[in-house]
Nanobody, 122 residues
Framework: VQLQASGGGLVQAGGSLRLSCAAS????????MGWFRQAPGKEREFVAT???????YYTDSVKGRFTISRDNAKNTVYLQMNSLNSEDTAVYYC?????????????????WGQGTQVTVSS
């Protein structure tokens, strides 16, 4: 299983970015996916997750600003990030479970992408 994350970059506060994560090596539609992030000096934290059927959950700090979605035809999961602020600066990782259901703990995920840097300037 390979996960390739892309779409990170430098953006001004209040701006938007869309992250993509292309999956290969397994039946994409059968598994939940998630996005996590890790800021310098901090632990990796949950951002958003989506089940195989499209049920979504978000951490409180991104609710109303971020949207996770999946395109099963393209084997890709997305994270649309709006109204970005400096606290969103981190390396963002996509991950895949060996399970249909969405989950919030990093330990629930079996496969991880390489990460993509998001930097929000104030």
């Amino acid at each position: 299983v390979q996960l390739q994350a892309s779409g990170g970059g430098l953006v001004q506060a209040g701006g938007s970015l869309r992250l993509s994560c292309a999956a290969s090596g397994r039946t994409f539609t059968s598994y939940a996916m998630g996005w996590f992030r890790q800021a310098p000096g901090k632990e990796r934290e949950f951002v958003a997750t989506i089940s195989h059927s499209g049920t979504t959950y978000y951490t409180d700090s991104v609710k109303g600003r971020f949207t996770i979605s999946r395109d099963n035809a393209k084997n890709t999961v997305y994270l649309q990030m709006n109204s970005l602020n400096s606290e969103d600066t981190a390396v963002y990782y996509c991950a895949s479970r060996n399970n249909l259901a969405a989950a919030k703990a990093p330990s629930d995920y079996a496969y991880w992408g390489q990460g993509t840097q998001v930097t929000v300037s104030s």
